[in-house]
């Protein structure tokens, strides 16, 4: 039983056989195919405004072609001290944007603390030849905590955005189950709270390799079919990309498995809290929980071939991820098998 | 009938199967997977030599990385001036090497002059420090004039590179196409010869989208990871690129396809050639023809449907790509179409 | 007697004084000083328009810089194959424009030939995603081969540019020279021409270290100030470089040493010109003339103590370039001497 | 009275000295002149090890070229949060090393806290290809708060980047301040406590422009002469800069200069402290003081014509540096200003 993140599990059965019924027949390569052109279109319907919509294949590549588009190489994006685009993408951003800076932000429970962005403002970088010039936030949408920002936080950014000549970008790899979670239009969570981009993420959600970067003010886009194709990131046979996207969005795809995987963490997340010694660090607002449990605890559960990842040096916090194909019987296993160990100890 | 490119074919059926078998179950994450951990072995045995593999899922992403692990930012790379790296891949070259120069050289047929390359040597640039400093010969096997370089030819170059402390790349998004071509072992046309590393191309084959790089040294190959990861070209759900490569080497699945795929443009430039005021620019040493046809007979070939690139702007000589699904009777069909409209002129 | 470049000069006694004047008290640093202010208003007198103006130290990076402000990553800068720009700055101009693709072209006497760039143009490049975007085209001023290009010519250039949404750089590290051997107005050979972006050089010209970027559009200029600094071309007792600019324009002292170069290149010239086997290969337009003198003679020359670069690899051309501070008779001893080593020959 | 930086001095006369000596004659350009060739000899005396030495013109040159040398595209590099490379220098450490990441790291008075750099160390990025990898520290010596690392402070650092793969950096932009200030030798501050690369600041020092970047071990420096040029940082008429350094250490004028400047800064510290309502914030162990002077004294000190920073946005602490050339007279004149100031308060 693997909880180490939604990236173990393949994809769903509606995506694979999206990706079969894709491949019959020709079809111009490098987006001119019927898939593809119909994206922007689909995107709008679900986004309830016009946006434009580029499909990639990796979330790192969706955050970082997206912040491209946002931040010149003498810019400054900020962001949270342990976001993906911090920590986990090997200097991608710093490659996409020429050598922007990311200003890393503290905050709880994995959400950027305004006022800490208020004081980095405060310091007066803006139009001062000496310092990096004020370009773009990057919200995470669930964040690296499990934890969301509601519409009114998302809000409060893109105020403190627009009155500093910056863009609201949302990395939103798990942008589904942030939706699912609070139950709000994914246009209440983005462009209507000020959002300028969007990476959606479909890989972690059940598709193969999908990610698409979507722009709700489209005069932000000019340069990004450029710094796609300068990425290596513009595929030939851009249909397969495409028609995974497209079978995200048909009937609400994407957001049933979204609500699977939060359904699971849920689960996970009640049932630990009824474990005696065992307790949950943050609210569980999408699809991820992270767990205190004693170290002994965790290495006889590790033994026992259910795998999670440790979240701190000491082994003390762990992290539990439910992907969309978690069964309700999964779950219920791993609960079990906490408690027999947890009464053994 | 589309004759633009190899793209415009979806997968071969063996590699959608390969993926829909690969989708089973939840597999370790960014390429710690069953599949992606055989790769190494399993193109060890194709070029019998050991060698460490990297999927990637473009050409250009294949290329642009292999590049940047041999030039540095004040390097110069030589490349023929109609070469994929120098036309089409919108500078992705010189961003992942950091800003390094591409030095274009002339020749015939898609081919690189060796004298040009002698010539641009002469000049005196190494260690020298106003200069970009020689890092890399990068060849086309096959070109995009459809040419195939001989071992022979390679190993020209490689002395040259040898001889000027540069490193040796080979840009293979029709590799397979040149090997079937020749006749040749993957071996010979590589390393033996002197290559350093190649792009081993999949997509244009048959595959949905999938690239190796391949590097023949493996001490060259040392900062690729981190390279992949900075470019966003890392895979979380990698096993689907690994299957897709294992399924092409399985059985030769990737020569029995470029077989095919050589054999329809062979056919194709044989029928022209018995057409009169038709011709064949270059010799077919792969996949793709290019034809002299006048433009009128062009267009009225275009106009019944049979979809083919204009190769110079005055629309007098046009390329034919055979992908690898191309069958017998396309071709002829063609060509009775070709006789219909010369006869009708 | 050391020909080999303007740069083996020190600096005229007018710029010593200068700076030695400058050295007086204390002043704002970073450029907010009084010479630093006066800058604009100083060469916007000399070329007749508002201009906005930014001192840098050396060569390169007034060319690099100015590129970056006119070029993306994505784009392409169309440049002579000979130009400095190309061959002799290390990859700088792709550097400070985060990789964008310099595209060289042919041309007789180190001036680019239009219908080269027309051809290139001809490609389709603009907008298309495969092709670096057309940005730039740069022109030397004097040309590496001690040519110039007329009022005329450089208007041609422009109207390329315009009609293909690019902009037109001048690298006039020898502008004054240019200047000087057409007797035309800066303004005529700059922005009623069409020119954008100028750099303005001194360094060659007499003065330590000191070159002006020219931006005849200040639109262009938006991002300078970052990108200077980001390069680390921030002065911060900026005064000494503006105060070498200042004297340089001070009662025309740039044109009157200008003069006395291209006066020397002309005694030169003529004289070579009137022995018997010695021959001049361009018009001499400027402060530099190229030669042809055979090996044997060159090299005797140079066991006499003359130095001069020898611009062919056979040794049978040679460049001969005449600083501010040469005198009438520095260059009748040499040709007295070039007669004496012809005659003994 | 102006305290608000070294950089609004002048040059030193010594400095001009050098350089109207240096004006003398022709010299070939770029560093193969007398005065360059003499500087390594002439470092390698003053720091009792062999080393390699490369003259710019700016701190930002020599730190962000310094850098480029040490850490890779996808490198980390650990610095202060304060720090001039991480605040002020427009993100081109970035920029010069290809995007590396700058890692910002907390500690009192301007110095990083060891347990700060090992936590971050601890996080195991090195080796795992998703995060930046460890590469460089970079110390400011004296730092942002005019404090110094001690040699041993200096070695506990180099402890660690030994035992983590990393190279220790020195941003000596007032080098000679923390050499003078605590009478250690120029060894023992540097390559002796493990530093690998120093920027060695002479332009706060009192001269015009010139920074040497110092290598003590020779292989770092393998690429130094193509980052250079490629960053626009060779000067052709190099013997100016070189002059200059050499004329810094010529009998020891660079640690005359400092100690004047210190013991300024000593008499402003202990002036300061004697009025009541006054007091200074770190120790002042170079040649800057930051002083808590309420703000409304502070306001009334800049009427009367007294310049010095505001340290933080409340106008509370204040900085005041010390150039070279403050006189004792200039110091005891501005704590008169204060007393009476703090008097009619």
Redesign the interface.
Known sequence: M?F??D?????APEI?AA??A?????????GDDDWSRELDAAFSVVFDTECRVFP??????????ALGCLA????AVFAHQDSHIV??????P???T?????V?LPGAGGKIDPAALEAAL???WSGV?????PAAVSLTQATESGTVYSPDEVAQFAHLCRANGMHLHMDGARFANAVAGMNVSPAALTWRAGVDVLSFGA??NGA??AEAVVFFKPELAA?F?????????????M???SAQLLAMLQDGLWLRLARQANARAQQLSEGLQRIDGVSVAWLVQANEVFAAIPADIAERLRARGFRFHPWT?DNSLHRFVC?FNKTEDDVAGFLRAVTEEVGAA
């Open positions: 693997d180490r993140s990236n173990v599990a393949g994809a694979l990706l079969a894709a491949n019959d027949g020709t079809a111009s390569a490098y990639v294949a990796t979330g790192t590549a969706a955050n970082a072609l010149p190489g003498f810019g920590v986990d993408e090997c200097n991608a710093e490659f996409f020429d050598g922007a800076k990311l890393t405060g310091q007066g030849q000496h310092h990096p010039q890989t972690k193969f390799a340069s079919l450029y710094r796609r194709k300068r990425g290596g990131h513009l595929f030939s046979k249909r397969f990309l040096p992907a």
